[in-house]
């Protein structure tokens, strides 16, 4: 079983310092509280609601900053020694680009960079999307996927993920809150849910609080298994969802001897998905 | 708005002069209660739990069978003689083939017959997989796409069905009963609920009950609509899910000026889906 955790924060916009104290010290946290993988939030060491892209510059940072080896000596010292962090930053990229960016980190330091794919509304003014397909990580834990908040809206690109043998996709996000009708999930956590049934791979969403420049958030944040369904929450404010997960469950995508989600696709028949042609029937 | 109904019937695996009746009988209530569009279950004129294929066989049809006359008569008894009927049938295909079938019918006749393409289980030994997209047929009401129950599974082809503007998929459907973790929904009822969430799509689907051959079904029946919202279920045993659905809804995929579902998605980026490739990681 691997212990996981994912961490309810509440970044300042433009305070990268006191972001990075935030993040340090919940990360600590839950290595202490003997997690194995740690998840925070989307833009966590920057904030979300930027003015403009420039803003946004003045918080990015590159790959190589020393804040990534911090994070790496924080999974250091994780039970085993192999803890792993995926956590989101503001990416100062080639020219003026800036990127929404996770990063997974082991002891090792940075093992992947992920830069987010699906622009959720304003961001389209000021970060770059990204060009390339969620990494999965091989970990002694199991294989992460990475993808960022608005990512996982698109079955298309969760799919992608489980195709490419991720056992457990982290998923730092923001979700900026919207109505929910009474008794239901956020949508968000509606759709994780099919995700993970539909590719059985556990999924972990790590969302924000802390009202942003008059931006409420769903504090949303959630473990979901390959069952889909939601094993824990992290509940409105600062904290965070814990559960262990047997990450191996998700290898085997039988439902039964002659059924397996995966072979079972017909790819064949797929094409429509891949050639632009007219967004909608006519 | 639409008046819209989901039938849960019980056919008799083999009797297809008693599931012809049960199906006109159920057809022809729904119009009296002033549906529009009726939706029946998958395979409700043969029934499911087949010994083999011959058995199947025995029970196929052509599209050109009078019971689709039948059903043509009691949609143009509809209240506004624009009514639409989608149901399961074992269709009998070239050769000795015998596939999992559903047509569209409006009081033309037959407008459009879908054969299954992703088999559940022992299906596979029964009948040969469709090769063809959902169908998306035109109505006075609004544009109606049509797949059957596993397929609903494969958020691919969900998608490709939004793709082709279908306002409101009709899933004909016989879901074998399975464990559900207490306080939630039927697997299948999650995932339709993100397939309708992710393409802003209404979706619908009929359920059977009745056990088959020691095979008893979930009896989830049910209507949701665009925003992902359980908003009608038949419940247990016979019965229907009723509810007016604004299919206009469905045509607008933005959720803010800068976001729009379909535009956003990265058909660039998603060639992953239609390359054979590794099932999965290595």
């Not at 990075?20 to 925070?40: D, G, L, N, P, Y």
């Not at 009474?182 to 999924?203: D, S, Y």
């Not at 600062?238 to 039988?254: P, V």
Request: glycine share 10%; aromatic share 6%.
């Amino acid at each position: 079983m691997t212990a996981i955790a994912a961490v309810q924060l509440d970044p300042a916009v433009g305070d990268f310092d006191g972001n990075r104290r935030k993040a340090a010290t919940a990360i600590a946290e839950a290595f202490a509280a003997r997690a194995s993988i740690v998840v925070i939030p989307e833009l966590a060491t920057s904030g979300y609601v930027f003015r403009d892209r420039d803003e946004a510059r003045s918080v990015s940072i590159r790959p190589d900053h020393e804040i990534f080896a911090e994070w790496a000596r924080l999974a250091a010292g994780a039970r085993d020694g192999a803890g792993v962090v995926v956590g989101g930053f503001s990416e100062l990229g080639e020219g003026d680009e800036v990127h929404n960016s996770a990063a997974v980190v082991d002891a090792s330091g940075v093992r992947a960079v992920y830069r987010k794919v699906h622009l959720w509304d304003r961001e389209k003014e000021v970060f770059t999307p990204g060009k390339a397909a969620p990494p999965v990580v091989d970990t002694p834990h199991g294989r992460v996927g990475v993808m960022i908040c608005f990512d996982l809206e698109f079955p298309e690109w969760t799919r992608i993920a489980g195709l490419a043998g991720a056992d457990l996709l982290a998923v730092p996000t923001n979700w900026p809150l919207v109505p929910t009708p009474p008794g239901e999930r956020p949508a968000e956590q509606r759709i994780a849910v099919a995700a993970a049934l539909v590719n059985r791979m556990a999924i972990v969403c790590a969302d924000r609080f802390g009202r942003e420049r008059g931006v409420d958030w769903t504090e949303g944040t959630a473990i979901i298994s390959p069952a889909g369904v939601v094993i824990a929450e992290a509940g409105p404010g600062r904290g965070a969802a814990t559960a262990d997960l047997d990450l191996a469950e998700s290898r085997d995508k039988r439902l039964s001897p002659r059924i397996d989600l995966f072979d079972d696709r017909r790819p064949d028949l797929y094409g429509r998905l891949v050639h632009p042609g007219p967004a909608r029937g006519v």
